[in-house]
């Protein structure tokens, strides 16, 4: 799955919790693939997953990511 331009391994981001970004920006930035805003998407990815029982579908999950990661 690819939300902006970082590529997301769903068995990856399934099999453990990702590392706390560092949080030097509020939001990952849209046209980046730098490793803190991998870090910021890889986050609210596997929160939005594990605590939204509303969220079935990779797409659902893309979208609301790219909402809360994107500030959109």
């Given at each position: 799955m690819k939300i902006g331009?970082?590529?997301?391994?769903?068995?990856?981001?399934?099999?453990?919790?990702?590392?706390?970004?560092?949080?030097?920006?509020?939001?990952a930035r849209k046209n980046c693939d730098c490793r803190e805003c991998k870090d910021?998407?890889?986050?609210?990815?596997?929160?939005?997953?594990?605590?939204n029982d509303h969220i079935q579908t990779e797409q659902q999950l893309k979208t609301a990511v790219s909402k809360i990661s994107f500030n959109e």
């Open positions: 331009k970082i590529e997301i391994d769903l068995e990856e981001l399934l099999s453990s919790p990702p590392p706390q970004p560092e949080f030097n920006q509020s939001h910021i998407i890889m986050h609210d990815a596997y929160h939005l997953l594990f605590d």
